[in-house]
């Protein structure tokens, strides 16, 4: 796989779009306009670098990573309120890829199922009650809290004082899990032209750059249609980004496992139940708690898979060829279920869906969260996942995912799963069926049944706490708002 290297400005596109930092805190702040003239100056002062204060990391390369990072976004309302002109918030509500933007993340909640206890109504913070969104990233407490501290005194003019009422803190936990026992953070989309594409990547094709930096398109890419806000300083090279507070029952999911385990033990021919509960996870996932994918490892009776390279977690395909170029067999669900959460979010070669996966593809910035957090433990308080789901289309790619694969059969040929079955919407008491979850028997593996599938009713263990919607500009697009009157 090759990637083709471009003439982007590196230096002037916010550095998370194109780079994860890989920081163990993140800490976002909802602000809400005070002052006009003086927000202004602040974001002036942060899309301008110097060493008199803090200023937003950029995708240029680095050889020692910073102690901190930061970046900021925009509500559609925080636009209005820093005073964009109205030609330029034309520029936004003319396209109707801009339209999840402009009406903010509660106006497509019931479509992408935010429903039951992740209705609007139970949201911490959304997109109508702030305007700009900064993020934080730091690699100890210490630089968190001296980072905060500096931001706080610089943006209090034009901003307020510091509410901790909307300030919202992540913690990454060891080797990048997330609480419900998953090695995460390992598929993310290999951008054309990117400098910090990972290879190998299943033989998948390249990202378009159009799907996460605005006036990047190419021919053929899928985003070709994408307009890009006017002026060019403000919309070329920007994104946008579902931001969510996903809250997780960590025991409630614990609990489901460990009652379904043992029929789904005997139904694979496993007798550990530790190795029950573990391939059980990874036929609800897609990969094995240690991130190998069930397409490398399959379910094997009684054994477990080995730990992987890191380059190699995302090396395969649901469609692959063998030894020689010849394509083999594909996986219609025999191997990794066609429900499966990582083939859900991204279906990859899979059959059905192979024409328009690179199309849907997002870039995913969120870690773990605990609340209060406790430092000496990890599994207390309220648990979840927090950041940052981003692309250039809310409409095409996360809401997409979310409407159409995550909580809905569609697309996915002949599956009986409703929904996700790990971040999808599975509700007991809803009119239509609980979800499902087909776990088909692997026919190659050495022992088991080999005339059933085993299925299992699901509840929902994920709850939305909060959701926005948000265009995080270039750092020249962030000047350029910095530099509006008041």
């Not at 901790?164 to 290999?190: C, H, W």
């Not at 951008?191 to 910090?196: D, L, V, Y």
């Not at 957090?373 to 309220?382: C, D």
Request: proline residues 9%; hydrophobic residues 35%.
């Amino acid at each position: 796989m090759s990637v083709v290297q471009t003439d982007w400005p590196l230096d002037r596109i916010q550095g998370f779009i194109l780079r994860g930092y890989r920081q163990t805190f993140v800490r976002y702040f909802a602000l809400t306009v005070k002052d006009r003239a003086k927000a202004c100056r602040f974001l002036a002062d942060l899309a301008r670098p110097g060493p008199d204060g803090p200023a937003i990391t950029s995708a240029a390369p680095w050889t020692v990573k910073p102690a901190t990072c930061l970046n900021v976004g925009f509500t559609w309302r925080g636009l209005n309120a820093l005073g964009v002109p109205k030609q330029s918030l034309m520029s936004f509500q003319r396209d109707l890829n801009c339209a999840p933007f402009v009406h903010g993340a509660a106006a497509s909640a019931a479509r992408i199922g935010d429903v039951g206890q992740s209705d609007p109504s139970h949201w911490r913070i959304d997109d109508q009650h702030f305007d700009v969104m900064l993020v934080l990233y730091a690699l100890t407490e210490q630089a968190l809290t001296s980072a905060t501290a500096d931001l706080a005194a610089r943006f209090a003019a034009g901003f307020g004082k510091l509410d901790m009422s909307r300030v919202f803190d992540s913690q990454e936990l060891e080797n990048g899990k997330v609480y419900f026992g998953y090695q995460d953070g390992i598929a993310q989309p290999t951008i054309a032209g990117s400098p910090f594409a990972r290879e190998p990547d299943g033989g998948q094709r390249q990202a378009d750059p159009g799907g996460f930096l605005l006036g990047t398109a190419r021919p053929g890419g899928g985003f070709e249609s994408l307009s890009v806000p006017s002026p060019p300083a403000l919309g070329q090279y920007g994104t946008y980004a579902a931001f969510r507070i996903l809250k997780q029952d960590v025991d409630g999911f614990e609990r489901q496992i460990e009652a379904l385990a043992p029929d789904f033990g005997a139904a694979f021919g496993i007798t550990r139940p530790e190795i029950q509960k573990a391939s059980l996870k990874a036929k609800l996932l897609g990969r094995w708690p240690n991130g190998t994918p069930l397409a490398v490892f399959p379910v094997q009776g009684d054994k477990l898979p080995p730990d992987l390279p890191p380059q190699r977690l995302n090396d395969f395909s649901y469609d692959p060829f063998g030894p020689g170029g010849q394509r083999t067999a594909p996986d219609r669900g025999e191997v990794c279920p066609m429900g499966a959460h990582t083939r859900r979010g991204n279906p990859r070669s899979s059959p059905h869906v192979s024409g328009f996966a690179h199309m849907h593809r997002i870039l995913r910035r969120a870690i773990a969260y605990q609340l209060p957090y406790n430092a000496e433990n990890r599994n207390t308080g309220e648990r979840g996942l927090m950041g940052l789901f981003v692309g250039a289309s809310l409409r095409q790619q996360f809401e997409f995912l979310m409407a159409n694969w995550l909580n809905s059969p569609s697309g996915f040929g002949p599956t009986f799963d409703l929904a996700d079955p790990i971040m999808g919407t599975n509700i007991p008491d809803d009119p239509v069926p609980p979800g499902q979850h087909t776990a088909p028997y692997d026919h190659s593996a050495p022992t088991g049944p080999k005339d059933r599938d085993t299925r299992f009713t699901l509840s929902s263990f994920v709850q939305t706490k909060g959701s926005a919607y948000l265009f995080f500009p270039s750092i020249d697009g962030v000047a350029w708002i910095g530099a509006l009157k008041g």
